[in-house]
T-cell receptor, first 113, second 113 residues
Framework: GAGVSQSPSNKVTEKGKDVELRCDPI?????LYWYRQSLGQGLEFLIY????????KSGLPSDRFSAERTGGSVSTLTIQRTQQEDSAVYLC???????????FGPGTRLTVT | DQQVKQNSPSLSVQEGRISILNCDYT??????FLWYKKYPAEGPTFLIS?????DKNEDGRFTVFLNKSAKHLSLHIVPSQPGDSAVYFC????????????FGKGTHLIIQP
């Protein structure tokens, strides 16, 4: 079966523009996670969805970041008015509810110029 | 503060020998630990996990050891193979999907022929 997919794989944008990143989780996985990895750092947890709801949004770095999930499947992470410090690889993962093994997509490399 | 620490940024091991990757954590609420492997331009791949009620879990060439009193875990790879060259991330979970996983910064394992 297909794994987690993300699009685009690479995105270069100008400072101040909005970007939208997409994640398609593994079919049947109800839990979905967004992380980001900045250069030389580990993965930083951003937000978690169980079904369509995100019980805790406090991991999002600023109010320029938002995420939604519809139909219990596809999720989008939106960054408004991008800044250079937003440059990172954004990773999405999904897991079967109540399991801890998260399966990651290949990531979207975002570069803000 | 970093709750999951991998103090060795890189490790070089000869093919056929044992690779030992170490990880320390500070949060006593963590109850599940995972190791992920990451190749360049790919998302992390789940390798092996261990629950806090165990002290050892083995899967083929991979064994994870957990020392709760020392808040330390290690991943042993025996024998090491060239394809094992990758970045290895230690991750921990606090008992619920809403917190995501807390990752270390990774150790770059290089297997020398």
């Amino acid at each position: 079966g297909a794994g987690v997919s993300q699009s685009p794989s690479n995105k270069v944008t100008e400072k101040g523009k909005d970007v939208e990143l997409r994640c398609d989780p593994i079919s049947g996985h109800t839990a979905l996670y967004w992380y980001r990895q900045s250069l030389g750092q580990g993965l930083e947890f951003l937000i978690y969805f169980q079904g369509n709801s995100a019980p805790d949004k406090s991991g999002l770095p600023s109010d320029r970041f938002s995420a939604e999930r519809t139909g219990g499947s596809v999720s989008t992470l939106t960054i408004q008015r991008t800044q250079q410090e937003d440059s990172a690889v954004y990773l999405c993962a999904s897991s079967v509810r109540d399991y801890y093994e998260q399966y990651f997509g290949p990531g979207t490399r975002l570069t803000v110029t | 503060d970093q709750q999951v620490k991998q103090n060795s940024p890189s490790l070089s091991v000869q093919e056929g020998r044992i690779s030992i990757l170490n990880c320390d954590y500070t949060n006593s609420m963590f109850d599940y630990f995972l190791w992920y492997k990451k190749y360049p331009a790919e998302g992390p791949t789940f390798l092996i996990s261990i629950s806090s009620i165990k002290d050892k879990n083995e899967d083929g060439r991979f064994t994870v050891f957990l020392n709760k009193s020392a808040k330390h875990l290690s991943l042993h790879i025996v024998p090491s193979q060239p394809g094992d060259s990758a970045v290895y991330f230690c991750a921990a979970s606090g008992g619920g999907g809403a917190d995501g996983l807390t990752f270390g910064k990774g150790t770059h394992l290089i297997i020398q022929p």
